[in-house]
Nanobody
């Protein structure tokens, strides 16, 4: 599975951005898709998950502000980010975990929230 993330940019505090992750390849092999983020010197942090079967999940820090969704007609996973805060500044990565447990990563997209 190949992943291509896009949609990052610079936004002011309180603003919104929508990240997109286009996926291709063996799509039926995908068990869970997720968004992670990482800032310099810190470990990559799980932000949101959307399983092929089941409910979405969110980190406590983004609950109520971020929404993950998936459109299989467009082979794209989205992360709608509202009420952004400076602490949301990070490189965001798209991830797909396959039924074989293999993890695939897309390239990151930078989100910068100015105060």
């Amino acid at each position: 599975v190949q992943l291509q993330a896009s949609g990052g940019g610079l936004v002011q505090t309180g603003g919104s951005l929508r990240l997109s992750c286009a996926y291709s390849g063996s799509i039926l092999s995908i068990k869970i898709m997720a968004w992670y983020r990482q800032t310099p010197g810190k470990q990559r942090e799980l932000v949101a998950t959307i399983p092929t079967f089941g409910s979405t999940g969110y980190a406590d820090s983004v609950k109520g502000r971020f929404t993950i969704s998936r459109d299989d007609t467009k082979n794209t996973v989205y992360l709608q980010m509202n009420n952004l805060k400076p602490e949301d500044t990070a490189v965001y990565y798209c991830n797909a975990v396959l039924w074989t447990a293999q993890a695939n990563w897309g390239q990151g997209t930078l989100v910068t929230v100015s105060s």
